[in-house]
């Protein structure tokens, strides 16, 4: 969806229809969906050792609820919650932009520490998690593996090591310059820079 709104506004010049309720959609797209697909795959990440690792602890109804839907429903909710919150508490403030880029940007951002705790809680956690988590699957799978003194089938070991590998990259050379754009200009790092 945000996407969509970026391509016609540089086919347009500008935000439309232009009304508040346009930059508010756009905004909740921008941040509350991307954000929450990458805390989404951090979970994801965790998930896969306990269902590797831990399948004990899925075994009936209830403890699949708790361990498996829950955390997913928990964290859709957050941030649908949250974002509605601070877009409608801070939208008052807002002076919409609507010949600029991503109707410049909300007014929450102003707010130093909701930036940061919106910049490093929603959108640089979770790509260390998902790395970590990814790559400690792997050498978990190995170090079992030679505890138990199996052989190794490195064509099946390959194979996951190259998706847990290609998805790690992919996540931070996609979601790391945006947050930590975003982080540099909260700290001031970036203010006045052209």
Known sequence: MDISFYLNYTRTGNIWPQTP??????????TDISNMINILMA??????????FHERWLLTKKERFFIHYFPLL?????????????LLIYSRDN???????????PCYYYDENLAMYDTVVNSI??????????????????????????????????????????????????NL??????????????NGAA
Request: hydrophobic fraction near 55%; charge should be positive; aromatic fraction near 14%.
């Open 21 to 30: 309720v346009s930059c508010l959609f756009w905004w909740l797209a921008a």
């Open 43 to 52: 979970w994801t990440s965790i998930g896969r050792h306990i269902l590797v």
């Open 74 to 86: 928990a964290i859709a909710l957050y941030g649908f919650i949250y974002y509605i919150v601070i």
């Open 177 to 190: 310059p945006m947050p930590g754009t975003v982080l540099a200009q909260v700290c001031g790092l970036l």
């Open 95 to 105: 002076m919409y932009a609507f010949t600029d880029d991503w109707c410049l940007f």
């Open 125 to 174: 956690i979770p790509t260390p998690i998902i790395t970590i988590f990814s790559i400690g699957l792997i050498i978990r799978v190995i170090k079992r593996k030679q505890n138990h003194h199996r052989s190794i089938e490195w064509r099946n070991c390959r194979r996951i090591t190259l998706q847990r590998v290609s998805i790690s990259a992919m996540f931070l050379l996609l």
